[in-house]
């Protein structure tokens, strides 16, 4: 599970900082909130604490404070999702977020496992690619094959300190190498709000 927000976290740091560099010529940072990454750039900015608001989900969501929700019915998935927490929540630039993470795998996961992911900044996709999921279980000391049980997971994310403002879209599909979904998660209008 954290591999996906692991995975997030580098995608949309490597595609934003390539935006940065073109559009503004300045820094580019990355934050994930959860299995979701929200993209930053190039402006520096300052938040105050207080124009944060929790990130919640608005449709079927994840269990825990977080701001995730299921893609469809997850009762056929093979990632059973028990909880997702992060602390703190919202997350604060400059802070380390700790992501902490609990499900069931239902089956043994195997090499050729993949992740179809995008990230939208409001209605511009800033990276829509597919990924190898087992390439990167080794960035949570993981590796494929994964079997069958419980798991829990928990990772610190050290988070830039300037985060622009708006609205951030993110979905991850991921499969087993035989097709089968094994979760699919998204964050719809995650918002990060200016200091004024």
Same mark, same amino acid.
């Given at each position: ?12 740091? +490597?595609?934003? @900082? ?9 820094? %580019?940072?990355?934050?994930? !909130? ?5 993209? &930053? ?5 300052? *938040? ?7 990130? @919640?989900? @608005? ?7 977080? /701001?995730? +929700? ?17 602390? /703190?929540?919202?997350?604060? /630039? ?8 609990? $499900? =069931?795998?239902?089956?043994?996961? +195997? ?7 995008? !990230?939208?900044?409001?209605?511009? =996709? ?25 798991? &829990?997971? &928990?990772? @610190?994310? +050290? ?6 403002? $708006? #609205? ?6 991921? *499969? &087993? #190498? ?8 998204? %964050?719809?209008?995650?918002? *990060?709000?200016? /200091? *004024?």
């Amino acid at each position: 599970l954290y591999s996906i927000l692991h995975l997030l976290l580098i995608r949309s740091h +490597e595609v934003l @900082q390539t935006l940065a560099i073109m559009k503004f010529l300045s820094t %580019a940072a990355a934050l994930l !909130v959860c299995l979701a990454p929200i993209s &930053t750039s190039a402006r520096s900015l300052d *938040f105050l604490k207080s124009s944060q608001s929790p990130i @919640q989900a @608005q449709g079927k969501s994840v269990a825990g404070d977080n /701001p995730l +929700e299921y893609c469809n019915d997850p009762s056929g998935d093979v990632l059973d999702i028990k909880q997702v927490d992060l602390a /703190p929540n919202p997350p604060l /630039p400059g802070k380390t977020l700790v992501i902490t993470a609990s $499900g =069931t795998l239902r089956e043994k996961i +195997e090499e050729g496992a993949y992740v179809l992911l995008e !990230v939208k900044y409001g209605l511009i =996709t800033l990276l829509r690619q597919t990924a190898d999921l087992c390439e990167q279980l080794v960035n949570v000391d993981l590796k494929c094959p994964l079997g069958p049980g419980d798991m &829990t997971l &928990t990772k @610190q994310v +050290e988070l830039p300190k300037q985060i622009p403002p $708006g #609205k951030y879209n993110v979905q991850a599909d991921v *499969f &087993t #190498k035989d097709d089968e979904r094994i979760t699919c998660l998204k %964050a719809v209008n995650v918002e *990060f709000k200016g /200091p *004024f």
